[in-house]
């Protein structure tokens, strides 16, 4: 399929071929899904801990005698029927991530950028470039544009001025072709691919 493509500055920069195998796809919600929460997973810490029953600092001695006091048995301050216990089954550190292959990774990659390109929020550019690297030169082509919570996504290597001037806009991401994935795609509002970008992509996704 064709698709028009525009300068920065909204300026036409003719048309680009897209390839139907990765932007003609009728997108699925449970491939979607699952490679999202394989993302998620895999950025989770995993760093969390409680202190057990054999990790407060108590006495070990015996708190109080075996009988006669009433009460119900007990040997140790630790307990976690105590205050100031150990907490039985308590979360330890641990991956929460899981495997996914890299052959459905792709395919959900794909589907990402087909929902962008039904929802009609795929914007190709030309190349991104930015007069002196000014931050304020940026914002305004951006909100020119009308692009809220945009990303763009580059050939292998980002222009590093253009990155210098992006980086102050909250509303703005850009990534290079290899750093492209589901997540980051459906989060944003409009999807911005350079000619590069498309290209680097189309040879990631064969």
């Known amino acids: 399929?064709?698709?028009?493509?525009?300068?920065?500055?909204?300026?036409?920069?003719?048309?680009?071929?897209?390839?139907?195998?990765?932007?003609?796809?009728?997108?699925?919600?449970?491939?979607?899904?699952?490679?999202?929460?394989?993302?998620?997973?895999?950025?989770?810490?995993?760093?969390?801990?409680?202190?057990?029953?054999?990790?407060?600092s108590y006495s070990t001695k015996k708190i109080y005698r075996q009988k006669g006091t009433g009460g119900a048995r007990h040997g140790s301050k630790g307990a976690p029927i105590f205050r100031h216990g150990g907490v039985y089954k308590g979360p330890t550190p641990r991956s929460h991530g899981h495997e996914l292959t890299k052959k459905f990774r792709k395919l959900g990659l794909r589907h990402a950028?087909?929902?962008?390109?039904?929802?009609?929020?795929l914007v190709v550019i030309d190349a991104i470039t930015v007069d002196n690297a000014k931050t304020s030169a940026l914002a305004k082509h951006v909100n020119d544009r009308?692009?809220?919570?945009?990303?763009?996504?580059?050939?292998?290597?980002?222009?590093?001025?253009?990155?210098?001037?992006?980086?102050?806009?909250?509303?703005?991401?850009?990534?290079?072709?290899?750093?492209a994935n589901v997540y980051d795609i459906l989060k944003s509002d409009t999807l911005v691919i350079t000619k590069a970008g498309l290209e680097a992509l189309e040879a990631r996704l064969k």
């Open 146 to 179: 009308g692009w809220k919570r945009a990303l763009i996504i580059d050939g292998a290597e980002v222009n590093a001025d253009f990155v210098r001037a992006a980086r102050n806009l909250a509303n703005l991401d850009v990534l290079p072709s290899m750093g």
């Open 113 to 121: 950028l087909s929902a962008k390109m039904m929802a009609g929020e």
């Open 1 to 56: 399929m064709k698709a028009d493509a525009i300068k920065l500055d909204g300026a036409s920069a003719g048309s680009v071929e897209l390839d139907d195998a990765i932007f003609g796809l009728e997108p699925r919600a449970d491939i979607l899904h699952r490679v999202v929460r394989w993302q998620r997973n895999n950025a989770q810490a995993g760093t969390h801990a409680t202190l057990g029953r054999s990790d407060v």
